[in-house]
């Protein structure tokens, strides 16, 4: 099947905005050129929206097997399709975790069978993710893994980390850190241990939990010479490690997520779980410097960590809800909003750190609008204002401060391989 998309407004390697037709055949794009008068076998006009390579995400949780009550690999494919997105990479903290070629094996068929655009599945660092036994990183990846992570908690201990490191070097492979020091855990804080937490008699979470993990690793990665992935990055103290590290050649990388750039302690309205995630928000200082980061390059990528839960899980205190927001479905529209429109950041940057920088980072072939290239592409509506609300998500869940923002650079529609995968509707 052939795809035509006519008067797309594309941005090109100089960093400008052109008016461009795309034309796709075989999963591929084939040509991207000022006009293009081929016969197809669909035409899309998308004059006057901008069109995207398809959006990458490297840190979701789709939550199957064993949570599908929060979300399922086909509900969070669907949601991240709606956000324009069309590569995910899901993580391990399921039931039972993919740390065996069998468990790895079972989440693999259902992508396969269920998943609308295109999912990479991490596997972890450790059996059962809090253990100190490495998994077997040789047959994982021969089974179709990512990458290696223990998210949703540190690896404690440095040795294991670091022979997890070396293996992972042998095989050309990445470790992703969730980086949280437990013994820097005090209380069973639930939000950062700033001002805010003080005036809510809410029990904080020091920066340090996060930094001197990162800190930790980046000299192992040093010494191993393995590719480190830091997720989430949410202090200044973090990014100022992070860029050391890098000025000293190591090979670190580092994601930050929407809400950290968008929020930070003093947003946090009172003591609702709507709020809770981890890392928690920070102080404004570091809001400030992660998207200081973010621009000169120290951070080199935006991810949401998707994370959903139920209504009832994250209805209540934050002492004793979950961790973790949705992302999927508001990450562009929001980043649009609120960093692009405002001049923080330009346009480009913001296609950059969701496509060019996470592909070129984890070698993707998908990532670029150019012939030759996967067909996966993301078309926004730049001018009309939405409300981000409930009752549009495709996600199982909405647990999201963001409920309510009207924002713009909406979905238009999404493609992978070609196929028209995701489409407005029409209001």
């Known amino acids: 099947m052939s795809l035509l998309i006519k008067n797309a407004s594309i941005i090109n390697e100089n960093q400008q905005t052109q008016v461009m037709d795309i034309y796709i055949e075989k999963n591929m794009i084939s040509e991207v050129q000022p006009i293009i008068k081929k016969n197809a076998d669909r035409v899309i006009d998308a004059r006057g929206r901008l069109v995207t390579p ?4 490297v840190h979701v949780h789709l939550r199957e097997p064993g949570y599908e009550y929060k ?22 903290n399921v039931n039972p975790e993919p740390d065996t070629v069998d468990n790895l094996e079972r989440i693999m ?25 490495l998994t077997n990183q040789k047959a994982l990846l021969e089974a179709g893994a990512f990458a290696f992570t223990n998210d949703g908690v540190g690896v404690q201990t440095a040795g ?19 980086t949280e020091d437990d013994s820097l855990l005090f209380e069973g804080g639930v939000m950062h241990e700033g001002s805010r937490n003080k005036e809510l008699n809410l029990p904080g979470m020091l920066q340090l939990t996060e930094s001197t993990q990162i800190a930790r690793d980046v000299l192992l990665a040093e010494d191993t010479g393995v590719h480190y992935h830091v997720c989430h990055v949410s202090s200044k103290e973090s990014v100022r490690v992070i860029r050391d590290a890098k000025k000293a050649g190591i090979n670190v990388t580092a994601e930050v997520s929407p ?18 995630m981890n890392p928690p928000l920070r102080g404004r200082d570091d809001q400030e410097a992660l998207l200081e980061g973010l621009i000169e390059g120290t951070i080199d990528m935006i991810a949401t960590d998707h994370a959903p839960h139920s209504d009832a899980e994250k209805s209540g205190s934050m002492i004793d809800s979950p961790f973790g927001i949705v992302g999927s479905e508001t990450a562009f529209s929001l980043l649009y909003t609120h960093l692009v429109e405002s001049g923080k950041i330009t346009l480009s940057q913001l ?13 993707f072939a998908e990532g670029k609008l150019q012939a030759g290239s996967p067909a996966d592409l993301a078309c926004f509506d730049l001018d009309n204002e939405t409300e981000i609300r409930k009752e549009d998500f495709r996600s199982k869940s909405s647990n999201t401060p963001f409920l309510g923002w009207k924002v713009k650079g909406s979905t238009v529609f999404t493609i992978v391989d070609g196929q028209l995968i995701y489409q407005e509707e029409s209001k």
Do not use: N
């Open 351 to 363: 296609i950059d750190s969701l496509t060019t920088h996470p592909a070129r980072i984890f070698s």
């Open 109 to 133: 068929k259902i992508i396969s069978e269920e998943a609308c655009i295109k999912v990479k599945q991490y596997v972890p660092i450790t059996k059962g993710l809090t253990s100190d036994e």
């Open 71 to 92: 979300e399922t690999i086909k509900t969070g494919a669907e949601a991240a399709a709606r956000g324009g997105f069309t590569t995910i990479c899901a993580m391990p």
């Open 54 to 57: 398809g959006l990458i995400d």
């Open 160 to 178: 294991t980390m670091y022979k997890a490191m070396q293996q992972a070097a042998l095989l050309d492979s990445t470790i992703v850190a969730h």
């Open 259 to 276: 809400h950290h750039l968008l929020l930070c302690e003093d947003d946090i309205s009172g003591d609702t779980s709507q709020y809770k």
